[in-house]
Each structure stands twice: as structure tokens, then as C-alpha cells.
């Protein structure tokens, strides 16, 4: 007699890796759950009370639990660099180094140890095996599709992947939860990064990185305020610029590390706020090579936001630059250019200009 396929599912204590867990034993597989915790300081985050949600649904399924930290882990791959991103002046998006660095290396290394044959999470988004290899495709639902944030994603890490949820929306994923008897069918979607919880930004910021407040001008240089320190602002942002006066409301639209100067602009569709093209870097194909140039692709240079039509001009092997159809707003550097035929997601790069 075969023995099941082992799959380790990566138990946040939220109800999409839940369901996940839950569908999993469904289908026959010989499930694991596994907590990963990626930050020493509970202050301000809920690991507590996840881990004891995430240890009270493998109770109700009946499945192994374990538990292990990988703030180790975390630190050196992923906030080494969302502190030197932020002082560089950009605004890095460390879910996607966490992604690729710790749910889909550290997680996927630590499963297979444990002779899993996969890993699961509860991420919407989905899988399609082809004789070319694996693709990685939008989740179903798109209001929750989280393949922006899988876009480093590579070959070796997607075959070894399941997303249980990516089929469903997120209703039918309560509903299941919920005629599951789960603990965790009604608890609210997390949001933010975990490091930060509750705490103000600035003030988080604040404890490793050095406050360099300077002038906020507009784009003829004229002073109309001071900014805190550039890493607390990004490009288009609105509320807290503290400039008061008549006129359309004002938005950041540059930041100059050399000679520290924020530029502000007024009016959401000032043109200091609209590119037609976008520079990236650190590129990463989900294929293992660039897709075929000749396209038609479309493009996010931000998750919350639609496709948008474009041109792709490879450069080198790790840079691009995207000309888009439309005007985009607000282009941010360190933030994530990422790639689309259709419902399949190429890959993509960090922005930088």
C-alpha cells in the first residue's frame, strides 16, 4: 500500500491557511501544520494569539503541529534589507523578500526535512503544471489575488507548492471554515507586517534608524514646510505632510537623499506625479528566463491597482524598463514592477526610477 503524499501547511492562525489545512485532509493527503514565528519582539504583534489559534485547528483537524522560529532567519534576508532600503529613501515591500526568502526557502528547506513531499499555504493564488514547466497564476478572487507578492517565486520553490484556497473566494472560504467548526472562520484578516503591529511607523523607524528632519520645497524650490526624514514619506502620499494653506491638497512627489529634500506638488493629477515609463532591477522570472518581449503584457507597479498595458524593453539580464499605454501614478521607487499575460504572472523587479 502507497503511502500518502505529506504536505506541511504553513498554520498563520488565520483562517485562508486554515481552510487550506482543512481541504488538504479532505483530499488524502497526510497533513502537517506548521507555525513559523519571524520576530522576537510580541510587543506589538499577535503571534501569541495566532500560534494558539494555529495549535487550535490542528486540535480540530486532528492534525501534527509544530512550531519554529525562523527570527533568525528573518532578520538577516529580510529586515537587514527593509532598513537599508528605507534609508536609502525608498519603500521596499518586505512581504515579497519574506515570500521568497522565508515562507518559500527557510519553510520549504525546514518541510522537507521533515520528508514532506509539499508545502501549502494559504495564499490566493494558483499553480498550473505545464510540460514547460510551472506557472504561477492569479488567485480566483480578484479582490484577494496575492500573486504580486509571489512574483520571486522560482521553478524549484512552485513545484513543490500548493494554495489550496487559490480556487475559491473568500466567502466560500469562510463558509467552509465556518460549517468546519474552525476557531479561526470569523477572525479578521491580518494587515501590515507583523514586526510592526499596532505601534505607530515613525516611532518603530525610529528605533534603528537615525531622524534627519530637512526641507519640504516645491518644485521651483520654494520651502513650504520640514519633513521628519525622508524614510517616512513615499511618492504620492497625502495625509500627514502638515502644509496648510488654499488650493488643491499637496503630495509628495520626490525625494532627494544628497541634499535631503522632500518636493511636494499640488493636486492628485500634477503631472510630477505621472510616468509613462518605469526602470526596475533585480529581476526575477517565475520561468527561470525573460518571457518573449514582443508581449502583450500588462503590468502592476503597485498591488492595490489594475493592469496596466505596456511594453517591455530588456536591457540586460537585470534590468528592464516598462513603457506604459497610460500615464501611471505615482511610480515608487523600491516598490515591485511586476509582470502579467493574461492571468499568468511572469515575474518582475524593483523599481527604481
Request: proline share 5%.
Amino acid at each position: 500500500m502507497m503511502s500518502k503524499p505529506r504536505v506541511v501547511v504553513g498554520l498563520s492562525g488565520g483562517v485562508d491557511s486554515s481552510v487550506s489545512a482543512l481541504l488538504l485532509r479532505e483530499q488524502g493527503y497526510d497533513v502537517v501544520g506548521l507555525f513559523m514565528k519571524n520576530w522576537e519582539d510580541d510587543a506589538h504583534c499577535n503571534a501569541r494569539e495566532d500560534l494558539v489559534d494555529a495549535v487550535s485547528v490542528a486540535d480540530v483537524l486532528n492534525i501534527e503541529m509544530e512550531a519554529v522560529n525562523f527570527s533568525e532567519e528573518y532578520r538577516e534576508r529580510v529586515f537587514r534589507n527593509f532598513l537599508s532600503e528605507y534609508q536609502a529613501g525608498r519603500t521596499p515591500n518586505p512581504d515579497i523578500l519574506c515570500n521568497s526568502e522565508i515562507k518559500f526557502r527557510a519553510f520549504l528547506d525546514h518541510a522537507l526535512a521533515l520528508g514532506a513531499d509539499f508545502i501549502a499555504t494559504g495564499h490566493y493564488a494558483r499553480v498550473r503544471k505545464t510540460d514547460a514547466g510551472h506557472l504561477l497564476l492569479r488567485g480566483r478572487d480578484a479582490s484577494k489575488d496575492q500573486s504580486y507578492f509571489l512574483y520571486r517565486l522560482n521553478q524549484a520553490q512552485l513545484s513543490r507548492t500548493l494554495f489550496p484556497v487559490g480556487d475559491l473566494l473568500k466567502s466560500d472560504v469562510r463558509a467552509l471554515a465556518r460549517k468546519a467548526g474552525l476557531p479561526t472562520a470569523a477572525k479578521k484578516d491580518s494587515t501590515g507586517i507583523c514586526f510592526i503591529g499596532e505601534r505607530p511607523f515613525r516611532e518603530f523607524l525610529q528605533r534603528y534608524l537615525p531622524i534627519t528632519p530637512g526641507p519640504m520645497t516645491t518644485e521651483d524650490g520654494r520651502v513650504v514646510g520640514q519633513h521628519q526624514g525622508l524614510m517616512y514619506y513615499t511618492i504620492g502620499q497625502r495625509q500627514g505632510l502638515g502644509i496648510g494653506g488654499a488650493g488643491e491638497a499637496w503630495y509628495v512627489a520626490d525625494k532627494d537623499i544628497a541634499s535631503n529634500t522632500l518636493t511636494v506638488v499640488q493636486g492628485h493629477q500634477h503631472p510630477a506625479l505621472q510616468k509613462s515609463a518605469l526602470v526596475a532591477d533585480q529581476l526575477s522570472w517565475i520561468a527561470g528566463a525573460p518571457p518573449d518581449p514582443a508581449g502583450p503584457f500588462g503590468a502592476k507597479s503597485r498591488y492595490r491597482q489594475q493592469d496596466a498595458a505596456c511594453k517591455v524593453d530588456l536591457e540586460a539580464l537585470e534590468r528592464m524598463t516598462l513603457h506604459f499605454s497610460e500615464p501611471q501614478w505615482a511610480i515608487t521607487p523600491g516598490q515591485s514592477a511586476v509582470l502579467y499575460a493574461g492571468e499568468v504572472c511572469l515575474g518582475g523587479g524593483i523599481i527604481t526610477a
